[in-house]
C-alpha cells in the first residue's frame, strides 16, 4: 500500500492565483481530512470527510475548498491565494474505528 | 482556551535521562487519547494511544487522568533517536474530530 500520498510536495504561488493539492490514500478509510501546520500554531483542521460525498468545515476552512467524489481522493482547492496561506498542508486518513491517522508526507506552500 | 494545551518546551535533555511531557484538554467529554510523534519537516506519526489505566511500550509509558483533564508521557533512557516533537492528540464531538496540541520539542543530546 501506498498509503497517503500528496502532491505537489512543494509549490509557490503568486497571490491571487488559485491551485489544487492533491490527496489519494489507497487504505479503503472513510475518514480523511486536511490540516495546515504553522510555527508555534500546531496542526489546524481545515476541512474534513467522514465518507464519499461527505464533507464539512473545521477549525479554519476560510479561502479553501473539498470535495469527495470519491473513497481514495480528497482534493482541496486554494480559491485566490493570499501570503496568510503559507503554510505546511497534511492530508490525513483513518478508519471509523481505530482512530489511528496516518499522514501524508506534506505539501509545503509558499504565497508570494 | 485552547482545546488541547502543551507543555511549550523545548525540552534539551541528555542521553538517558528520563523526561516527561504534559498536556491538558478542555473538552470533559473527550473519546480517545493519543501521543504523536512529528520528526523535523515529516509528517506526525502515532506513537501510542492512551488508555484510563495508563500503558507501557517499552521506554514510554502513558498515563490518562480523565478527573483532571490531564495527559502524560513519560520517556525513560532517552536515546539520540528520541529527538523529535511530540503532539498531544484529542477525539472528541459528535464528528469524531482529531484535535492536536501545539506540540511540545525534546532534543536529547549526546
Known amino acids: 500500500n501506498a498509503g497517503v500520498t500528496q502532491t505537489p510536495k512543494f509549490q509557490v504561488l503568486k497571490t491571487g492565483q488559485s491551485m489544487t493539492l492533491q490527496c489519494a490514500q489507497d487504505?479503503?478509510?472513510?475518514?480523511m481530512s486536511w490540516y495546515r501546520q504553522d510555527p508555534g500554531m500546531g496542526l489546524r483542521l481545515i476541512h474534513y470527510?467522514?465518507?464519499?460525498?461527505?464533507?464539512d468545515q473545521g477549525e479554519v476552512p476560510n479561502g479553501y475548498n473539498v470535495s469527495r467524489s470519491t473513497t481514495e481522493d480528497f482534493p482541496l482547492r486554494l480559491l485566490s491565494a493570499a501570503p496568510s496561506q503559507t503554510s505546511v498542508y497534511f492530508c490525513?486518513?483513518?478508519?471509523?474505528?481505530?482512530?489511528?491517522?496516518?499522514f501524508g508526507p506534506g505539501t509545503r506552500l509558499l504565497v508570494l | 482556551r485552547k482545546e488541547v494545551e502543551q507543555d511549550p518546551g523545548p525540552f534539551n535533555v541528555p542521553e538517558g535521562a528520563t523526561v516527561a511531557f504534559n498536556c491538558t484538554y478542555s473538552n470533559s467529554a473527550s473519546q480517545s487519547f493519543f501521543w504523536y510523534r512529528q520528526d523535523c519537516r515529516k509528517e506526525p506519526k502515532l506513537l501510542m494511544s492512551v488508555y484510563s489505566s495508563g500503558n507501557e511500550d517499552g521506554r514510554f509509558t502513558a498515563q490518562l487522568n480523565r478527573a483532571s483533564q490531564y495527559i502524560s508521557l513519560l520517556i525513560r533512557d532517552s536515546k539520540l533517536s528520541d529527538s523529535a516533537t511530540y503532539l498531544c492528540v484529542v477525539l472528541s464531538g459528535s464528528a469524531r474530530q482529531l484535535t492536536f496540541g501545539s506540540g511540545t520539542q525534546l532534543t536529547v543530546l549526546p
Open positions: 470527510s467522514v465518507g464519499a460525498g461527505i464533507t
Open positions: 490525513a486518513s483513518r478508519p471509523g474505528t481505530p482512530e489511528t491517522q496516518y
Open positions: 487504505m479503503n478509510h472513510e475518514y
